[in-house]
């Protein structure tokens, strides 16, 4: 009991003996008032009351004023206590208001809660984001059912570890919304205590669906850079595996070649050529495939029109599919100019189309579009593609689709999903190679039995494009003049120079680009053409032509290689003649006679 309680009680003891009191004087009083009654009593005894009287008398008058003096501080003290409880309360209520003020300026949603999770207070932000108007959810709702029911024991643990004192944290929940949607949450709160005791809990609610999906976006980066990354490595082996082996084409049909210009036309041993001719023909166009993947198969870029490639292609490809196909095509307006191997951009195409006709066996429907777009800093689609206007192609069919593993794969080179002989597995990885050949992006989007849509993006240019024919080359008689062939693979360069020699020409051999320019020194004057190799040891072909153009600013070059993008790229550039193994005798001989007489 405090000093106040003390001081009341106290008060009211000495109010009671002050009645006491009272009542004796009274009985003094009537004693007086009947003195005629009581003079038998004798005068000794009236004199005794009288003194009595007036000394009770005195002592009441002194107790009176000593307890109103009393009871007048306790009062005044009453009225002071009440007056700061009011001012205490005043305070509070000011307080509480502040409080709410803050919180509704805050953009985070806060919340109190008691310690059962019955609603306490929240602010406007906390009902907006659960979907909930405050008159739909009252004071003293209680918030855990808004929790995801396979959270809830792990929500009263932590609950519980506060109220014992544990310290708080931010922690993950799942929780939701008014209409059933739920979303990912962090949840920081603290106890509330009041009088060394946890009544409750404050805090706010963080929404972190952007963040997670963010997170979601960059694992799925992660994967594609992955992925290319793989493919590029995979690439790097099979265009140099295919370089080696356009060399070995080379010699074999150059061999041929010249076995075939002495041997009679009756021979029963042609029909022996002819096969190996054939079969260099089926080879070349497994390694062109093999190249086009590893994108370091030269192309020859120029302004295109896509939607004029697509038109072109339209009749074969309604040829190629079968009666139970419906194709749909959908053309934009806008022009769609790009930089731009046509005949690499049709390939492209009916490897689409043949994936397509192969994904739908019993039917369905194919379609190719073509559509404009503008892709900003923040606008990628997919998260990798680089700002820009682009022209996207879209190839869709309705076929059986594909699950995630062979999404992943459907680009690596002889991975197919076809029964053994009926496919290379070279087809979409032939398509990925030209796409980034052309600084394009393609993306996949498969689910099994809902069918598969490619979307090829191909970067546009600013070009008037004239619709152009393709021009014949005629066969050309050999010549006499002396050709500087360099070549650093020496079967390919004996054959050349004997299949060149047949036809008349003068052959000066150089086994690497440093040795053809210290040829070159040595016959200057008779040499009109050079004919190189790309890459070679000690110096490569490009480095070996400047260095003789600079000798002589007239000198003729033809290149011939297997691969090599970036060198390709630049030579076509430059405009330089260029010739991608393995090339036929007939296609060289016409080569070199058209350009000497240029």
């Given at each position: 009991?405090?000093?106040?309680?003390?001081?009341?009680?106290?008060?009211?003891?000495?109010?009671?003996?002050?009645?006491?009191?009272?009542?004796?004087?009274?009985?003094?009083?009537?004693?007086?008032?009947?003195?005629?009654?009581?003079?038998?009593?004798?005068?000794?005894?009236?004199?005794?009351?009288?003194?009595?009287?007036?000394?009770?008398?005195?002592?009441?008058?002194?107790?009176?004023?000593?307890r109103t003096e009393a009871l007048q501080e306790a009062n005044q003290n009453l009225r002071e206590e009440l007056a700061q409880r009011k001012q205490a309360e005043e305070r509070h209520r000011e307080s509480e208001a502040r409080f709410r003020e803050l919180a509704e300026l805050l953009p985070q949603p806060v919340f109190e809660m008691d310690v059962e999770g019955n609603l306490m207070?929240?602010?406007?932000?906390?009902?907006?984001?659960?979907?909930?108007?405050?008159?739909?959810?009252?004071?003293?709702?209680?918030?855990?059912?808004?929790?995801?029911?396979?959270?809830?024991?792990?929500?009263?643990?932590?609950?519980?570890?506060?109220?014992?004192?544990?310290?708080?944290?931010?922690?993950?929940?799942?929780?939701t919304r008014k209409n059933g949607e739920t979303f990912p949450a962090v949840i920081y709160s603290s106890p509330i205590i009041r009088n060394g005791k946890t009544v409750g809990f404050r805090g706010i609610i963080i929404d972190i669906t952007d963040q997670e999906r963010s997170e979601t976006e960059k694992r799925d980066i992660e994967i594609q850079l992955r992925q290319a990354q793989?493919?590029?490595?995979?690439?790097?082996?099979?265009?140099?595996?295919?370089?080696?082996?356009?060399?070995?084409?080379?010699?074999?049909?150059?061999?041929?070649?010249?076995?075939?210009?002495?041997?009679?036309?009756?021979?029963?041993?042609?029909?022996?050529?002819?096969?190996?001719?054939?079969?260099?023909?089926?080879?070349?166009?497994?390694?062109?495939?093999?190249?086009?993947?590893?994108?370091?198969?030269?192309?020859?870029?120029?302004?295109?029109?896509?939607?004029?490639?697509?038109?072109?292609?339209?009749?074969?490809?309604?040829?190629?599919?079968?009666?139970?196909?419906?194709?749909?095509?959908?053309?934009?307006?806008?022009?769609?100019?790009?930089?731009?191997?046509?005949?690499?951009?049709?390939?492209?195409?009916?490897?689409?189309?043949?994936?397509?006709?192969?994904?739908?066996?019993?039917?369905?429907?194919?379609?190719?579009?073509?559509?404009?777009?503008?892709?900003?800093?923040?606008?990628?689609?997919?998260?990798?593609?680089?700002?820009?206007?682009?022209?996207?192609?879209?190839?869709?069919?309705?076929?059986?689709?594909?699950?995630?593993?062979?999404?992943?794969?459907?680009?690596?080179?002889?991975?197919?999903?076809?029964?053994?002989?009926?496919?290379?597995?070279?087809?979409?990885?032939?398509?990925?190679?030209?796409?980034?050949?052309?600084?394009?992006?393609?993306?996949?989007?498969?689910?099994?039995?809902?069918?598969?849509?490619?979307?090829?993006?191909?970067?546009?240019?600013?070009?008037?494009?004239?619709?152009?024919?393709?021009?014949d080359m005629k066969t050309q008689n050999g010549g006499k003049e002396t050709i500087l062939l360099i070549e650093d693979d020496t079967d390919v360069r004996k054959l050349l120079k004997e299949m060149l020699g047949s036809f008349g020409y003068d052959v000066i051999e150089a086994i690497d680009g440093k040795d053809g320019v210290e040829k070159f020194l040595g016959s200057q004057n008779?040499?009109?053409?050079?004919?190189?190799?790309?890459?070679?040891?000690?110096?490569?072909?490009?480095?070996?032509?400047?260095?003789?153009?600079?000798?002589?600013?007239?000198?003729?070059?033809?290149?011939?290689?297997?691969?090599?993008?970036?060198?390709?790229?630049?030579?076509?550039?430059?405009?330089?003649?260029?010739?991608?193994?393995?090339?036929?005798?007939?296609?060289?001989?016409?080569?070199?006679?058209?350009?000497?007489?240029?």
């Amino acid at each position: 009991m405090n000093d106040e309680k003390k001081s009341n009680y106290q008060l009211l003891h000495e109010s009671e003996l002050m009645r006491q009191r009272i009542r004796e004087l009274e009985s003094l009083l009537y004693a007086a008032n009947h003195a005629d009654d009581r003079q038998v009593l004798g005068s000794d005894q009236t004199e005794q009351d009288e003194a009595i009287l007036r000394r009770s008398n005195i002592e009441l008058e002194k107790m009176v004023r000593e307890r109103t003096e009393a009871l007048q501080e306790a009062n005044q003290n009453l009225r002071e206590e009440l007056a700061q409880r009011k001012q205490a309360e005043e305070r509070h209520r000011e307080s509480e208001a502040r409080f709410r003020e803050l919180a509704e300026l805050l953009p985070q949603p806060v919340f109190e809660m008691d310690v059962e999770g019955n609603l306490m207070y929240g602010n406007s932000k906390a009902f907006s984001m659960l979907g909930y108007l405050p008159i739909d959810m009252g004071i003293g709702q209680n918030t855990l059912e808004m929790i995801k029911p396979d959270g809830l024991d792990q929500t009263m643990a932590k609950i519980k570890n506060m109220i014992a004192g544990g310290t708080s944290s931010g922690n993950k929940y799942t929780l939701t919304r008014k209409n059933g949607e739920t979303f990912p949450a962090v949840i920081y709160s603290s106890p509330i205590i009041r009088n060394g005791k946890t009544v409750g809990f404050r805090g706010i609610i963080i929404d972190i669906t952007d963040q997670e999906r963010s997170e979601t976006e960059k694992r799925d980066i992660e994967i594609q850079l992955r992925q290319a990354q793989k493919l590029e490595a995979v690439g790097t082996l099979a265009g140099g595996i295919a370089h080696d082996f356009n060399n070995i084409l080379t010699a074999i049909v150059a061999s041929a070649s010249l076995m075939q210009r002495s041997m009679d036309e009756t021979s029963p041993l042609r029909r022996h050529l002819d096969r190996i001719f054939t079969a260099t023909e089926r080879a070349t166009t497994l390694t062109q495939s093999i190249l086009a993947y590893s994108r370091k198969q030269p192309g020859k870029p120029t302004p295109v029109k896509l939607n004029q490639i697509i038109e072109n292609l339209h009749i074969l490809i309604t040829r190629l599919i079968p009666e139970n196909i419906e194709l749909k095509t959908s053309l934009t307006k806008e022009d769609l100019t790009i930089m731009a191997d046509a005949g690499q951009i049709e390939q492209l195409m009916l490897n689409l189309v043949a994936n397509a006709v192969d994904a739908m066996s019993a039917g369905g429907d194919m379609i190719i579009k073509s559509e404009f777009a503008a892709v900003g800093e923040s606008e990628s689609p997919f998260g990798y593609i680089k700002p820009g206007n682009y022209a996207i192609l879209t190839v869709a069919d309705s076929g059986i689709g594909m699950d995630a593993n062979t999404r992943e794969r459907v680009f690596e080179p002889f991975f197919t999903t076809k029964e053994v002989g009926k496919g290379t597995g070279l087809g979409l990885a032939m398509v990925y190679g030209i796409v980034k050949q052309h600084d394009g992006f393609i993306n996949i989007s498969s689910e099994p039995n809902h069918g598969t849509t490619f979307k090829i993006y191909l970067p546009l240019i600013n070009a008037n494009v004239k619709a152009g024919a393709y021009q014949d080359m005629k066969t050309q008689n050999g010549g006499k003049e002396t050709i500087l062939l360099i070549e650093d693979d020496t079967d390919v360069r004996k054959l050349l120079k004997e299949m060149l020699g047949s036809f008349g020409y003068d052959v000066i051999e150089a086994i690497d680009g440093k040795d053809g320019v210290e040829k070159f020194l040595g016959s200057q004057n008779d040499i009109r053409l050079l004919l190189t190799d790309v890459m070679m040891p000690r110096k490569n072909g490009k480095e070996a032509y400047d260095e003789i153009k600079k000798i002589r600013s007239d000198i003729k070059v033809i290149f011939i290689s297997g691969y090599s993008a970036a060198a390709t790229r630049e030579l076509l550039d430059e405009g330089l003649n260029y010739l991608a193994k393995p090339v036929s005798p007939r296609e060289l001989l016409s080569k070199i006679r058209k350009v000497l007489d240029e």
